[in-house]
């Protein structure tokens, strides 16, 4: 079992910042790999935006890229999203998911809610 809980969204003026965070916990044996940020906004797909690996390594749409860095605590299976110069067209919701080692096993979070708006 694998457990997502997202956090920090809310309502934003643009040009400011919001700081998400996603925390991952399993009962299985096998550690938490990649932790990825997505959103979708209304009547449109989900859409990648960040993914980080346990060993740090990045990966960033080119929409957000030098807006957003996302980051990682391995010891508390915890990844964030740092969000700055926030525009309206990032409204959406946020969805974070951890993959298993050695499964590729997937979880969804429930997602969380970001308005960028005046």
């Known amino acids: 079992q694998v457990h997502v809980v997202e956090s920090g969204g809310g309502l934003v003026q643009p040009g400011g910042s919001l700081r998400l965070s996603c925390t991952a916990s399993?009962?299985?044996?096998?550690?938490?790999?990649?932790m990825g940020w997505y959103r979708q906004a209304p009547e449109k797909e989900r859409e990648l935006v960040a993914t980080?690996?346990?060993?740090?390594?990045?990966n960033y749409a080119d929409s957000v890229k030098g807006r957003f860095t996302i980051s990682r605590d391995n010891a508390k299976n915890t990844a964030y999203l740092q969000m700055n110069s926030l525009k309206p067209e990032d409204t959406a919701v946020y969805y974070c998911?951890?993959?298993?080692?050695?499964?590729?096993?997937?979880?969804w979070g429930q997602g969380t809610q970001v308005t960028v708006s005046s």
């Open positions: 399993t009962t299985t044996i096998f550690s938490i790999n990649v």
């Open positions: 980080i690996t346990s060993t740090g390594k990045t």
């Open positions: 998911n951890a993959v298993l080692d050695s499964t590729n096993y997937l979880q």
